[in-house]
C-alpha cells in the first residue's frame, strides 16, 4: 500500500526557516515525480514547487529563491527547504507523487496518483 507522509511543520517567525520531509512507503521515489503544495484557510490549494524524476525543479513565483525542493534517496523522501519565511506561507503543505516524468512544467493536484495527509506551517510574529 502506497503511503507519503509530510513532516516538519510547525510554528516560526517571519524571516525564519524550515526543513519539510515527504517519505514514501509502498513506491519508491527516485522514479517519481513529486509536487509540493499548499492550502491556507479560506483559499484554495495552490502549486508550490516540483521536482521532475529526471531532477528538474519548478517554483511558485511566490517561493522562487526562498524555497528548495531536493531528493534524499537513501530515505526515500524529498525535502522542502523553506527559507525567508513570511506570515503569507502558512498553511497545510502537501506533497504528491506520480511515476515517471510530469506531463507539464506545474501538474495540478488531481494529475497525481499519490498524496500526503499534510503538516502545518505557521509564520507569525
Known amino acids: 500500500q502506497v503511503q507519503l507522509v509530510e513532516s516538519g511543520g510547525g510554528s516560526v517567525q517571519p524571516g525564519g526557516s524550515l526543513s519539510l520531509s515527504c517519505a514514501a512507503s509502498?513506491?519508491?521515489?527516485?522514479?517519481?515525480?513529486i509536487g509540493w503544495f499548499r492550502q491556507a484557510p479560506g483559499k484554495e490549494r495552490e502549486g508550490v514547487c516540483t521536482i521532475n524524476s529526471d531532477g528538474m525543479t519548478t517554483y511558485a513565483d511566490s517561493v522562487k529563491g526562498r524555497f528548495t525542493i531536493s531528493r534524499d534517496n537513501a530515505k526515500n523522501a524529498v525535502n522542502l527547504q523553506m527559507n525567508s519565511l513570511k506570515p503569507q506561507d502558512t498553511a497545510i503543505y502537501y506533497c504528491?507523487?506520480?511515476?515517471?516524468?510530469?506531463?507539464?512544467?506545474?501538474?495540478?493536484?488531481?494529475?497525481?496518483?499519490?498524496w500526503g495527509q499534510g503538516t502545518q506551517v505557521t509564520v507569525s510574529s
Open positions: 504528491a507523487a506520480l511515476p515517471g516524468r510530469l506531463p507539464e512544467l506545474f501538474p495540478a493536484w488531481g494529475d497525481y496518483n499519490y
Open positions: 509502498g513506491i519508491t521515489l527516485v522514479y517519481y515525480s
